[in-house]
């Protein structure tokens, strides 16, 4: 009986990695002081992973503002890898400005648990991790093969995770920069009672908003 790869958990050490990419040998140390986004795809030269890539290299400049860097990864080689991001620039006139990682091995897909029985054997899900500057897994979502993400989504989450740490506050369905966001519930019956005269926009004891600038 073989032991199951122990998959990936929030608010810990994201896995390390050590692996060849478009630009080079990549680690994740190389990414300590910077939040990165991490996101996997099928395979090259498909449709759908290629509407992906374009979206996140638009908004790559938008993400670098962020202080974050973006890093690809599919279970190709990176001779497949150059092909298929030079066949984007020549074909939909968009350039890749961010490595991909060539996995050919499956240890980087296996760490982060990018390869779902089931779903794939073989090839990597859309599988989406956000760590932060330290190198602790913050986010992580994962699309089946069929169904393109939302680059804009990823962009807002970071917004939002950056506003929570900066501010120590929680964010709302949909929550972006400027909207009120929540603040933490009152911990004590006595810090309750008070919490109407705060000076926050209170609907109730446990929901109370505010805005930053």
Known sequence: MTD???????????PDFDAPTTDGRRTLADYK???????????????VCTTEFMAFARRAEDFAKLNCELLG???????????????????????I???????????????????????SDTSAVRATFLIDPEGILRAMVYYPMTNGRSIDEFYRLLQALQTSDAKKVA??????PGEPVIVPPPATAAAAES??????????????TKTIA
């Not at 199951?4 to 994201?14: D, G, I, K, M, S």
């Not at 990165?36 to 099928?42: C, D």
């Not at 497949?80 to 074909?91: C, P, T």
């Open 171 to 176: 964010t709302p369905e949909a929550w972006q």
């Open 73 to 95: 990864l599919s279970i190709d080689s990176h001779y497949a890898h150059i092909a298929w991001m030079r066949n984007i620039k020549e074909n939909f006139g968009v350039e």
């Open 97 to 119: 400005p961010f490595p991909i990682i060539a996995d050919l091995s499956m240890q980087v897909a296996q760490a982060y648990g990018m390869i779902q029985p089931g779903a």
């Open 33 to 47: 002081g910077k939040w990165l986004i991490l996101f996997s795809h099928p395979a090259d030269f498909t449709p």
């Open 195 to 208: 919490r109407a005269s705060e000076g926050y926009e209170t609907t109730d004891w446990y929901f109370s």
């Open 4 to 14: 199951t790869p122990r998959l990936p958990r929030l608010n810990e050490q994201a």
